[in-house]
């Protein structure tokens, strides 16, 4: 089945403790991204990723980082989380690059720092 | 600054009627919206896209309609179902970019 995965779905963690949230999918997708969604802001785009070893920021990526060493993963990484980090998480991905293009979307993470 | 804007938080609908939802942008190099759904507890899906050289594209119950001059677009739905209850995104982006940039969503209820 295609698909999006990631891993943990749920995760309550402390300040400071660094964490990283998986993402796989099996669609041989060059485009990935991560998105927080947070109520009354929608999805806000983190980061990109258009290829392997190819990343650019989003809208909001302070606070995080990502790398994409292999096509079917695209790792967020929370080196030093912050209550403010607190939010549902989702990671995407699309077979398309050039063209604007829709995105497959995973289940979603809900992560909580206390 | 939010350039995706969708006004209305909630909307809802008697089952069969037409559900229009609304989304407003700024940026005029934006040339490709979409529209996605998000059930509760699962990532949004996608639903129907356009392109900024169109002004309507339809998939079977669902239109998109764009005005450019107005930086407008809107989803209908017709006839709307309890199905579509959901969270509805649209999202923008431009060609030669790879950021997409999300409304704010619209809850719809469909009334049965």
């Known amino acids: 089945e295609a698909q999006v995965t990631q891993n943990p779905r749920y995760l309550i963690t402390v300040t400071g403790k660094k964490l990283t949230v998986t993402c796989s999918q099996n669609?041989?997708?060059?485009?990935m991204s991560w998105y927080r969604q947070d109520p009354g802001l929608g999805l806000r785009q983190i980061y990109y990723s258009m290829n392997v070893e190819v990343t650019d920021k989003g809208d909001v990526p302070e606070g995080y980082k990502v790398s994409r060493k292999e096509k079917r993963n695209f790792p967020l990484i929370l080196e030093s989380p912050s209550p403010n980090q607190t939010s549902l998480y989702f990671c995407?991905?699309?077979?398309?690059?050039?063209?604007?293009?829709?995105?497959?979307f995973g289940p979603g993470t809900r992560l909580t720092v206390t | 600054d939010q350039q995706v804007k969708q006004n209305s938080p909630s909307l809802s609908v008697q089952e069969g009627r037409i559900s229009i939802l609304n989304c407003d942008y700024t940026?005029?190099?934006?040339?490709?919206f979409l529209w996605y759904k998000k059930y509760p507890a699962e990532g949004p899906t996608f639903l129907i896209s356009?392109?900024?050289?169109?002004d309507k594209n339809e998939d079977g119950r669902f239109t998109v309609f764009l005005n450019k001059s107005a930086k407008h677009l809107s989803l209908h739905i017709v006839p709307s179902q309890p199905g579509d209850s959901a969270v509805y995104f649209c999202?923008?982006?431009?060609?030669?970019?790879?950021?997409?940039?999300f409304g704010t969503g619209t809850r719809l209820k469909v009334l049965a």
């Open positions: 356009i392109s900024s050289i169109k």
């Open positions: 995407a991905s699309s077979p398309n690059v050039g063209t604007p293009y829709e995105q497959y």
């Open positions: 940026n005029s190099m934006f040339d490709y």
């Open positions: 669609m041989n997708h060059e485009y």
């Open positions: 999202a923008a982006s431009g060609s030669g970019t790879y950021k997409y940039i």
